[in-house]
Structure formats: structure tokens, C-alpha cells
């Protein structure tokens, strides 16, 4: 018999409920084959992309304005809710040489915090290269679609999801 209080009940996702053990018991190695969400890190907008299940579709939604730290996560939270989401890509802008800088130690900063918060597994891509590229699509755009997105941000969150779920 399952002890009262660790079996879950249903998700608004539709998911069955699950045992959950006490403890943090899981691990950052982040399946493919599930609902992610990418986010592109930036002091100003974070870019924010989804998936479908299978992996096949890729879609950048509007990006997300920082305003700190706890205002950030908790929007993350509801598009987490929202879509269903069980794992997180996260683009680590490492310079051309490899080495991390400021923005990737900003980066991994606010991945730790997520990890915290959300305790959902999560991964980082390097994301070299992915905000030129998105700048070169953002520039190509209609007006009308460039306003839905806001910016390239979540253009260059695609491409990355696009880039971790095309590695082997």
C-alpha cells in the first residue's frame, strides 16, 4: 500500500497520478520524446520556444521582458503549467573559443535558479551563433509577424531547442 500524501492526483495535463518519494530524486539528464520549453537568457528578454511531444515541431511564442529574478520564474512557472512542459533548454552563450564569459555565468546563475524553483529536469546548449542567425530570419519577416513575436529573441530560443533536439 502506497502511504497516504505521496501519491499525486491527476495533472491539469491529463497525466495519471504519480508516487513521489520524498527527496529530491532526479537528474538533469533531459529526455527527448517530451513536452520542453527553450530559453534563450538575456538581461533585458529571455526567448522563450516550445516543442511538441514527438520532438517535430518547434515554435518560438513572444518573448519574455526581465524584470528580475522572481517575476521571471514565475512566468516561466505558468508556461510550464500552461503547456504541459517536463523539461527545460536552456542556450549557454559561450564565446567563440569556448570559454564561458559574463552572460554564460549569468546564464548558468539563473539555471541553477530554475532548477531550484521548478524542479524540472533541464539542459544547456550551446548557443553560439543562434541570435545572428535569428536576427537574419527576424530581418526576412513581415512586419505583422515581427510584431507577434517582438523580438528575435525567441527566434534564437528555437534554434536552440531545434539544436538539442537534432543532436544525437
Known amino acids: 500500500m502506497i502511504p497516504k500524501g ?3 492526483d491527476e495533472s491539469a495535463c491529463g497525466r495519471p497520478a504519480r508516487l513521489e518519494l520524498p527527496g529530491t ?4 539528464a533531459l529526455v527527448k520524446g517530451v513536452r520542453l520549453l527553450a ?3 538575456g538581461t533585458r528578454r529571455v526567448g522563450v520556444a516550445l516543442c511538441d511531444e514527438m ?3 518547434v515554435r518560438p511564442v513572444p518573448a519574455l521582458i526581465n524584470r528580475g529574478s ?3 520564474v514565475a512566468r516561466i512557472r505558468r508556461l510550464v503549467e500552461l503547456h504541459c512542459i517536463e523539461g527545460l533548454v536552456i542556450g549557454l552563450p559561450l564565446n567563440m573559443d569556448g570559454t564561458a564569459g559574463e552572460s554564460a555565468l549569468a546564464a548558468r546563475n539563473f539555471m541553477r535558479t530554475l532548477q531550484t524553483d ?6 544547456a546548449v550551446d548557443e553560439r551563433l543562434t ?4 536576427t537574419e530570419i527576424w530581418k526576412k519577416m513581415s512586419p505583422r509577424r515581427q510584431r507577434k513575436y517582438g523580438s528575435a529573441d525567441s527566434l534564437a530560443a528555437a534554434l536552440i531547442l531545434q539544436r538539442f533536439l537534432e543532436e544525437p
Open 39 to 41: 530559453l534563450d537568457y
Open 131 to 134: 541570435t545572428i542567425e535569428a
Open 25 to 28: 530524486l532526479w537528474s538533469n
Open 70 to 72: 522572481r517575476d521571471l
Open 6 to 8: 505521496l501519491l499525486r
Open 55 to 57: 520532438g517535430v515541431a
Open 118 to 123: 521548478l524542479n524540472l529536469p533541464l539542459t
